[in-house]
């Protein structure tokens, strides 16, 4: 939507105020650097963690889930800890378990520094993982029937 401009004001249109400026605002809150920062230490690498969750690891934790892309991933992990650290962490022997908790971690840690501990995190995993069934694969979600009476797709031309 556009301003208006001073010809198209009438007697109801209020004046404009000035623009805020988020730029200068949160940068002065990142200068402050009073929030309390969580490190974690993965194959001999020490990392630090944001003060807040960035924007684009949720946008790329949304990706991830429907992407088969290990692109996406790197790209998931690089605003809490560099665009290498997953090769890094496969290098020094990660497990997939392993991977899991160090994201819950990381994510409760950035919102409340020293809120969850890695054993706390680890047995949240767990028992996470044991509370989820075992979702059919591929072959098996197509070995099942499918209803006889469906209608056939229409292109929608007649």
Do not use: C
Not at 19 to 26: P, W
Not at 76 to 94: K, S
Not at 111 to 139: I, V
Request: hydrophobic share 35%; no cysteine.
């Amino acid at each position: 939507m556009s301003e208006p401009t001073p010809d198209t004001y009438d007697d109801n249109t209020p004046p404009a105020v000035d623009a805020a400026d988020f730029d200068a605002f949160f940068s002065e809150e990142v200068d402050k650097g009073t929030r309390a920062r969580q490190t974690l230490t993965y194959g001999g690498k020490q990392y630090v963690l944001p003060d807040s969750l960035p924007l684009m690891f949720t946008l790329q934790s949304e990706r991830v889930q429907e992407s088969s892309s290990i692109d996406d991933v790197r790209a998931m992990l690089a605003p809490l800890f560099g665009r290498a650290a997953l090769d890094d962490w496969a290098a020094a022997g990660m497990t997939d378990r392993q991977f899991r908790i160090v994201l819950m971690y990381a994510a409760a840690n950035v919102r409340r520094p020293g809120s969850l501990t890695m054993e706390a995190a680890a047995r949240l995993h767990d028992e996470q993982e044991a509370g989820k069934a075992q979702a059919p694969n591929r072959e098996a979600r197509r070995a099942k029937p499918k209803p006889k009476n469906r209608k056939r797709a229409s292109s929608g031309k007649r």
